[in-house]
């Protein structure tokens, strides 16, 4: 009888060929498949940017044409006088919000956001660690996934906004209403952004205001060095380029679009009475 012999394993040459296979799958999947999150990414943040644009539009039509307020004074949040009725800005759960919290941008427009806090969000666990602190109202209002060109759209507080003086000397340099764009589809409204960490010292993925290139003069870097906007986001006014290098921005008429740091450096995104890309508070051009 002929006796029949079976091989239970494989010859060394036959691995090495499996290994170099599985190798070879793994160097077109695996980035592949990081490609396809940061698409996804991409998408979310985008689609985040575009729900924000709605709800900005939907206060300025609740609020006869003038656009949300990009940093309060503390008079406008605080209190009333016979020039200024006060801005009564709540909570999710009604109560009234005074102070820093009420100055920023997000508790102003989240009832837009038919009670979805969550939206503005770029990484939900950051609020849900957020929530466990009690001073929860600054913290939310610190982080938002967009910051809002306030300086520019709305006036802000901080950025010689609503100072008397300046306006004399400017101009209306802000926008305060919905229909002043001259070009809608060239001004920014909100850009993604990155800033301060209150639960340690890496900066977040967000933060509630971003600054322009200039106003009296320079603000950002330079340079825009990327690995250095990673530990000091204040270098580019805390614009955040998360997006394999480029930040989303999202402008008057309602699109988002991604920019470079070099597209960004150009001040005729950001303000609606710049004449050239290095304009700056002064200049007549």
Known sequence: ?????????????????????????????VPAASRARDAARHVREVAAGQQLIIAYSLYAEDHKGNVLVGYATAAMTDSATPDN????????????????PARRYPWRIAPYFDGA??????????????????????????SPSFGLNSAFVGGDADRFGFNSAALKNWGSFYITRIDQPRRADNLL????????NPDGPDPVPGYFRVDAPRRLARVWNSTI???????????????????????AGT?????????????????????????SPDWQLG???
């Open 283 to 285: 200049n007549s051009r």
């Open 189 to 196: 409204v909100f850009v993604t952004a990155h800033g301060a």
């Open 225 to 247: 060095d990327l690995s250095t906007l990673n530990r000091t986001p204040a270098a580019a006014g805390n614009v955040d380029f998360r997006h394999a290098g480029r930040a």
């Open 85 to 100: 009725q006060a801005l009564i800005v709540q909570d999710q759960t009604g109560e009234r919000i005074f102070g820093v």
């Open 251 to 275: 402008l008057f008429d309602g699109h988002t679009q991604t920019y470079t740091p070099t597209a960004l450096d150009d001040m005729r995104l950001w303000s609606n009475q710049a004449g």
């Open 117 to 142: 806090f969550e939206a503005m969000y770029k990484d939900p666990s950051l609020l849900s660690r957020y929530r466990e602190r009690p001073d929860f109202q600054y913290v939310a209002s610190l």
């Open 1 to 29: 009888m002929t006796r029949i012999h079976t091989r239970s394993a494989f010859t060394l040459i036959e691995l090495l060929v499996v290994f170099a296979v599985v190798a070879v799958l793994t160097g077109i999947v």
